[in-house]
């Protein structure tokens, strides 16, 4: 890698937010049901009763330095017409984003090994990257693309529903630890060695950022947006969130965006399997849309 330097304010992509304070009780479960309904209803979450210690450690720092004392009064900001700002934090707060570079190695194989040649003769791809957290899953695809397509069109979309996690993803600004599967050759080409101030960190190749692009999507209010079609969707590790009924919509409305002979990918934890969906399958966690 080459390297960067200088000084400057870096934040440091690690850790889960909202650690530390303790709320003056245990979270009730009348608490954690409105929360439940506040999240499925906004993000299509689901939030069961055992996850009371989650929720607590994720929102009570927040709700202490906004002078709170009580769950409750937290969840009343949010749910209200004028909360949509602080809602937002709290969705930052409780979603998961822990990823790194080339997660799930056998699906960055399958691409490179059989989609992109069999797409060799296409002009142009599109792929989108539909929980892209940090950006890691999004940049590695873009790697791939590039390497493989040094001449030919492609782009790849990053979406996530966290605000603060698409933050990081732009800056593209990462810890060694989630770079550590990135093939040496990569490295090289595609990433800059952090000195000084960001000593133990890499930045990825501003001509490889300037051809992924991130926006906020909400999976389950996609109907908002028309993005076009794509020929290959990550979908991973994301709808074991969800609920049956929530995760059916989520899915159908995904693979409405995937054209005629696509591929969508899951994580392999994640099974669609009894789910009447347009979908062939190819091989565990990963399918394809008939022609």
């Known amino acids: 890698m080459a390297s960067i330097g200088g000084s400057g304010g870096i934040t440091h992509l690690s850790g889960s937010a909202g650690l530390g304070l303790q709320l003056d009780d245990e979270v009730s479960d009348h608490d954690m ?9 906004h993000i299509g979450l689901h ?6 210690a989650l929720l607590q450690s994720r929102l009570s720092n927040r709700v202490h330095e906004l002078g709170l004392r009580e769950l409750g009064q937290y969840y009343a900001l949010i749910s209200s017409e004028q909360g949509g700002q602080e809602r937002q934090r709290a969705i930052d707060l409780i979603t998961t984003n822990e990823t790194y570079f080339f997660r799930e190695q056998g699906h960055f194989d399958f691409l490179a090994d059989e989609l992109l040649p069999l797409w060799s003769e296409r002009k142009s791809l599109r792929v989108w990257s539909a929980a892209s957290s940090t950006g890691e899953e999004a940049y590695t695809l873009a790697m791939l693309l590039d390497h493989h397509r040094p001449t030919a069109s492609w782009s790849v979309f990053g979406s996530d529903i ?35 101030e960001y000593e133990g960190q890499f930045l990825v190749q501003a001509d490889l950022r300037a051809k992924v692009e991130f926006a906020q999507r909400n999976l389950t209010a996609l109907h908002a947006h028309d993005d076009g079609m794509y020929d290959l969707i990550f979908l991973r590790n994301v709808i074991i969130y969800f609920d049956c009924e929530t995760k059916l919509k989520v899915l159908r409305d995904v693979i409405a965006r995937l054209r005629p002979g696509g ?10 399997h009894g789910m009447e969906l347009d979908l062939l399958m190819h091989s565990p966690s990963i399918y394809r849309r008939p022609q």
């Open 263 to 272: 591929y969508l990918v899951v994580g392999h934890s994640e099974s669609l």
């Open 47 to 52: 939030l069961p009763l055992s996850k009371k």
């Open 33 to 41: 049901q409105l929360f439940q309904q506040l999240f499925k209803k």
């Open 162 to 196: 966290s605000t603060r996690v698409l933050r990081f993803a732009r800056r593209a600004l990462y810890p060694m630890a989630r770079g550590q599967n990135i093939p040496r050759p990569y490295l090289r080409r595609y990433c800059l060695l952090g000195t000084g």
